[in-house]
T-cell receptor, first 115, second 112 residues
Framework: DADVTQTPRNRITKTGKRIMLECSQT?????MYWYRQDPGLGLRLIYY???????NKGEISDGYSVSRQAQAKFSLSLESAIPNQTALYFC??????????????FGPGTRLTVL | GENVEQHPSTLSVQEGDSAVIKCTYS??????FPWYKQELGKRPQLIID?????GEKKDQRIAVTLNKTAKHFSLHITETQPEDSAVYFC???????????FGTGTSLTVIP
C-alpha cells in the first residue's frame, strides 16, 4: 500500500544516538500510530495521534517520543537509542470511524538495529 | 488495559486441510476484532474483521467467529493453499479509544 510510506526502511545505529523515523500518508486519514514488532511479541503500540494536536501514549512509550507535524506526517524519535530498541517499526493510519474500530493501514516498516 | 492471547504460536497443515487460530481477550468492552495477515517481509494487512453485534462472518475461504460471553474469537481458513502461509495476528479494539491490542501472532505453514 503505497499510501503509507516510511523512511528510512533500514537503519543501523549505535547506542546513545538520536534516531528519527518518519511516516507519511496520502490517505487523508486523521489517525496515525506507531508500533514495534518483536519476534514472539506481536505488534505493540508505542504512540498514537487522532489529529495534529493530539498525542497519546501507547503500551510501551518509554524511551520514545513523537511529533505530528501535519495530518499526513507522524515521526517517531528515539532520543538515546539502546540495543533493546532493535525491532521492526510500523506506522499505521486509520480513518475516523462511525461506531467501533476501523481498518488500520500499515506502512512497509523500518528495520532498526541498535548496536 | 486489554490483554489479547493468541494460540497456537505455530501451526502446520497439509494443503487442503482447515486451519483454526484462536484468540481470547480480557476487556468485555472490546467490540471490534480484526485479523491481519503478514507475509514474510511484508506489512500486516487486514483480511477479515468482526464487530460485537455479529457472531460469525465469512469471506470465501476464511471465516471469523465471536463468542462474547466467553470472550474469544477464532479465525477459520478452509481448503488451505500454500499462499495462505504467513503470520496471522488477531486484535481487539475498544469503541472509545480505537487503540488496537494485538495478539502475539500465529505462524501458519501450509505444506503442499
Amino acid at each position: 500500500d503505497a499510501d503509507v510510506t516510511q523512511t528510512p526502511r533500514n537503519r543501523i545505529t549505535k547506542t546513545g544516538k538520536r534516531i528519527m523515523l518518519e511516516c507519511s500518508q496520502t490517505k487523508g486519514h486523521d489517525r496515525m500510530y506507531w508500533y514495534r514488532q518483536d519476534p514472539g511479541l506481536g505488534l505493540r503500540l508505542i504512540y498514537y495521534s487522532f489529529d495534529v494536536k493530539d498525542i497519546n501514549k501507547g503500551e510501551i512509550s518509554d524511551g520514545y517520543s513523537v511529533s505530528r507535524q501535519a495530518q499526513a506526517k507522524f515521526s517517531l524519535s528515539l532520543e538515546s537509542a539502546i540495543p533493546n530498541q532493535t525491532a521492526l517499526y510500523f506506522c499505521a493510519t486509520s480513518d475516523r470511524g462511525v461506531g467501533a474500530g476501523d481498518t488500520q493501514y500499515f506502512g512497509p516498516g523500518t528495520r532498526l538495529t541498535v548496536l | 488495559g486489554e490483554n489479547v492471547e493468541q494460540h497456537p504460536s505455530t501451526l502446520s497443515v497439509q494443503e487442503g486441510d482447515s486451519a483454526v487460530i484462536k484468540c481470547t481477550y480480557s476487556d468485555s468492552a472490546s467490540n471490534y476484532f480484526p485479523w491481519y495477515k503478514q507475509e514474510l517481509g511484508k506489512r500486516p494487512q487486514l483480511i477479515i474483521d468482526i464487530r460485537s453485534n455479529v457472531g460469525e462472518k465469512k469471506d470465501q475461504r476464511i471465516a471469523v467467529t465471536l463468542n462474547k460471553t466467553a470472550k474469544h474469537f477464532s479465525l477459520h481458513i478452509t481448503e488451505t493453499q500454500p499462499e495462505d502461509s504467513a503470520v496471522y495476528f488477531c486484535a481487539a479494539s475498544l469503541n472509545t479509544g480505537n487503540q488496537f491490542y494485538f495478539g502475539t501472532g500465529t505462524s501458519l505453514t501450509v505444506i503442499p
